[in-house]
């Protein structure tokens, strides 16, 4: 193996993800910034927050899964210069995004005496029912924002979504701090304030995104007399039959983090606290793997236009290698700070929860150690995740998806949490067993995959 051909597409790499990395960061904080400030109102409110968006991110993870089938189809069609092919995705994408949006509001209102069911704390239960309505709203305009976003990264054209979830972002901060407290002439309205000001927020995000593209010198041409005539079955169920695997299967995944979500309340109210601070260091850190994972799916999806496979399993392998060498940069941090940054999470000023929040950080800092392994299996299974759908290979990953986390992952989790001393950290084992399993069979069809390719072209 020569170091030096994975080493040199660093660069190009780099130059792809950081705006992706950048925006997924931005998406994050918007759920940081709910946590920090929710935070301040005490553990109920946080572990309130942490059930309520349990359900959005189940549905969220079938939205973002589905409209990755966007990327792959125009960056291939960008690579045989077929300009019909990149208009036709983008219309048809953004049509079955909006569908989907509006069916995944529906299904999580509609979802939610689930919470009854679940053995979680009955005034966190309370307090997660209103802020749910209002937060599965937004469903809509992110999934069809993701429409848009995934067409321009299809098109390399990674900037946009990072400029639309950066000024989405202040819009965020804004309103989020005038509704959760009640400044100036705003209500305050607590939990309820975070989700209204998601919502604004999220809507803003789509309208910044759809001028910023419009007025691009590339894309606008694909703006023009848009017709429900264009509307094809053909193009519709190339979308659907890429769309469907992948949003199973990042469902899979997110319903793992969601099974823990719910573990962990029923151990406790300050283990779900302690989850919810963990995960979201965890998830902030994960972003920049998805950046990868993007990045992979883009140029896999070139190469695969311009039928260079050999080239294809370079460029893979250097974002591969990219990705594990940020991962452990994260973990080496995590082992280092995982007494320190749960403190940014609480209220330490208030002497009511000082009990309550010295367990939190307790059961938190047990959990970051966890987290600083598993960002490394996760870091790999998703980046070989986005050079497999680049290869617009979604079904075989489904399958691999669904015995890693909820064959493996989760009855790990359970038994550990439910019947051992371990209960939060044996959750999170479970976590890590699945990602790991995850991690090493998706590189193995990888490999498969395009040796097979290779072999075939020659």
């Known amino acids: 193996m020569n170091?030096?051909?994975?080493?040199?597409?660093?660069?190009?790499?780099?130059?792809?993800?950081?705006?992706i990395i950048l925006g997924m960061l931005g998406h994050t904080l918007i759920g940081i910034v709910d946590n920090i400030m929710v935070g301040k109102l005490g553990s109920t409110e946080l572990a309130a927050v942490s059930l309520g968006n349990s359900f959005i991110f189940l549905a969220m993870s079938l939205g973002i899964g589905f409209s990755t089938a966007i990327t792959p189809i125009v960056a291939q069609a960008d690579a045989e210069n077929a300009s019909k092919k990149i208009r036709s995705a983008f219309h048809h994408g953004l049509?079955?995004?909006?569908?989907?949006?509006?069916?995944?509001?529906?299904?999580?209102?509609?979802?939610?005496?689930?919470?009854?069911?679940?053995?979680?704390?009955?005034?966190v239960v309370d307090l997660a029912s209103p802020y749910i309505d209002w937060v599965a709203f937004s469903l809509i305009p992110v999934i069809i924002?993701?429409?848009?976003?995934?067409?321009?990264?299809?098109?390399?054209?990674?900037?946009?979504?990072?400029?639309?979830?950066?000024?989405?972002?202040?819009?965020?901060?804004?309103?989020?701090?005038?509704?959760i407290y009640g400044i100036w002439i705003f209500p305050k309205l607590g939990i309820l304030g975070a989700a209204v000001g998601t919502v604004i927020s999220r809507i803003m995000m789509v309208v910044f995104m759809h001028f910023l593209m419009r007025n691009n010198e590339k894309m606008k041409v694909f703006f023009k007399n848009f017709s429900f005539k264009e509307i094809k079955k053909s193009m519709l169920k190339k979308i659907t039959y890429l769309g469907f695997p992948s949003?199973?299967?990042?469902?899979?995944?997110?319903?793992?983090?969601?099974?823990?979500i719910w573990l962990t309340g029923s151990i406790g109210k300050n283990s779900q606290a302690a989850n919810q601070i963990a995960l979201t260091l965890?998830?902030?850190?994960?972003?920049?793997?998805?950046?990868?994972?993007?990045?992979a799916m883009i140029r896999v999806s070139n190469q695969k236009g311009l039928n260079d496979f050999k080239n294809?399993?370079?460029?893979?392998?250097?974002?591969?290698?990219?990705?594990?060498?940020?991962?452990?940069?994260?973990?080496?941090?995590?082992?280092?700070?995982?007494?320190?940054l749960p403190h940014?999470?609480?209220?330490?000023?208030?002497?009511?929860?000082?009990?309550?929040?010295?367990?939190?950080?307790?059961?938190?800092?047990?959990?970051?150690?966890?987290?600083?392994?598993?960002?490394?299996?996760d870091g790999i299974q998703v980046v070989v995740l986005g050079a497999l759908r680049g290869l617009q290979d979604v079904k075989i990953p489904m399958y691999i998806a669904f015995v890693a986390y909820w064959v493996v992952g989760f009855p790990i989790s359970f038994y550990l949490g439910k019947y051992t001393d371990l209960k939060a950290v044996g959750v999170w084992i479970g976590l890590l067993a699945g990602l790991t399993t995850a991690a090493i069979f998706l590189y193995i069809r990888f490999h498969k995959l395009t040796k097979r390719l290779v072999q075939n072209n020659k």
């Open 95 to 123: 049509l079955l995004c909006t569908v989907l949006g509006i069916l995944l509001f529906v299904l999580v209102v509609l979802a939610k005496p689930i919470m009854n069911l679940m053995h979680q704390p009955k005034e």
């Open 312 to 340: 294809l399993i370079i460029v893979a392998r250097s974002i591969f290698l990219l990705a594990l060498l940020l991962e452990i940069i994260f973990a080496i941090l995590f082992v280092l700070l995982n007494t320190v």
């Open 145 to 179: 924002y993701q429409g848009y976003k995934q067409f321009a990264d299809g098109l390399s054209l990674t900037k946009y979504s990072m400029y639309a979830i950066f000024m989405a972002n202040v819009v965020h901060v804004f309103f989020n701090y005038v509704l």
């Open 282 to 295: 965890a998830t902030f850190t994960f972003m920049f793997a998805m950046g990868l994972n993007v990045t």
């Open 3 to 19: 170091l030096a051909q994975y080493t040199k597409e660093f660069s190009y790499n780099f130059k792809l993800a950081y705006p």
């Open 344 to 377: 940014y999470f609480l209220n330490m000023n208030d002497t009511n929860q000082a009990l309550d929040n010295s367990e939190v950080i307790i059961i938190a800092s047990k959990l970051l150690l966890v987290a600083a392994v598993f960002q490394i299996s």
């Open 247 to 260: 949003a199973l299967q990042m469902l899979f995944e997110v319903a793992l983090f969601t099974a823990a």
